[in-house]
């Protein structure tokens, strides 16, 4: 017989395996041998809250404030008093740290034979040359969502092999996307003209480095099923036509089932946004793959 204890090892101490262990391990002992938590908690998340959320977004959009019966079921998801001041993180901070290299730095870094030493901090770049100039001790700013409306930066950003700066954007987008995208909390629906700048940044940054952002492509295929198709609709079409080349299947299940509901019950002119969409996203993936023969 098959040991169901197995599945603890791969996936971890889940809430709803460890539900599913304890029936078995009350029915049949014998074929659970792992010990499990007694504490009791919510094992299965409500999954009908999400949508719930979704059909409260549409009632509001289209019949203005819900009714009083109707219950807040997302008051618990993010607190009221919460300071808002992402948006303001796209902005380069008035000055930085001035501090030189450290001796591990320059022994470290192959291109340091220049001679520079000191760091450059990049509220001081003014040009193209500066950058080229400076580019082996550039100084990251502390906010990292400024490198978006940089282009100096984004040059950076294209050419730097450190992979510290796409851990930093991508922890910091993924982040900032799940937190404020306005269909998945009602209280985000207010700034949802900010939402709309901000994903209008990322796109920009994305047709400047011609290539898209990790982050923002599993924001897309997390937050796509749960879409109305009418909030922010030209800003998410446009990230989703530089979503990376990937298998079918996976593309098929997160992409296209969520846009082909959306098509056939939507008006005319969105059946239109659509279609250019994915036009566009071909003609990426045509590009990538012209360049990648090269």
């Not at 470290?108 to 040009?127: A, K």
């Not at 050419?159 to 700066?165: A, E, G, H």
């Not at 700034?191 to 209008?200: A, C, P």
Request: charge should be neutral.
């Amino acid at each position: 017989t098959t040991s169901y204890s197995s599945p603890v090892f791969n996936q971890g101490a889940e809430p709803p395996l460890q539900a599913l262990l304890s029936l078995y391990k009350n029915f049949c002992p014998e074929m659970v041998s792992v010990t499990l938590p007694t504490n009791t908690k919510v094992q299965f998340k409500n999954s009908e809250n999400v949508w719930k959320m979704a059909i409260s977004n549409i009632k509001r959009r289209l019949y203005g404030a819900p009714l009083a019966s109707q219950p807040n079921l997302v008051v618990t998801a993010c607190p009221q008093s919460r300071k808002r001041k992402w948006n303001t993180k796209l902005v380069l901070p008035a000055c930085s740290s001035h501090s030189t290299c450290s001796p591990e730095s320059q022994r470290t870094n192959p291109i340091d034979f220049i001679g520079h030493s000191d760091t450059f901090p990049v509220e001081q770049l003014q040009n193209f040359s500066q950058l080229l100039e400076n580019i082996h001790c550039l100084e990251l700013p502390s906010r990292i969502g400024s490198v978006l409306a940089n282009p100096l930066m984004l040059h950076y950003v294209n050419c730097v092999s450190d992979d510290s700066v796409y851990r930093r954007m991508y922890y910091w987008m993924g982040q900032t996307l799940r937190e404020e995208c306005p269909w998945h909390k009602v209280e985000n629906q207010q700034f949802e003209v900010e939402f709309k700048d901000f994903l209008r940044k990322i796109f920009e940054a994305e047709c400047f480095l011609q290539e898209g952002f990790s982050s923002c492509e599993e924001f897309l295929y997390r937050s796509l099923p749960f879409w109305d198709g009418c909030s922010c609709r030209s800003q998410v079409l446009q990230l989703v036509s530089w979503i990376p080349l990937s298998t079918f299947s996976e593309m098929k299940s997160y992409l296209f089932k969520p846009l082909a509901q959306l098509f056939f019950t939507s008006s005319l002119y969105f059946k239109c946004s659509v279609l250019e969409c994915l036009r566009e996203l071909l003609l990426n993936w045509l590009n990538w793959h012209i360049l990648a023969l090269f």
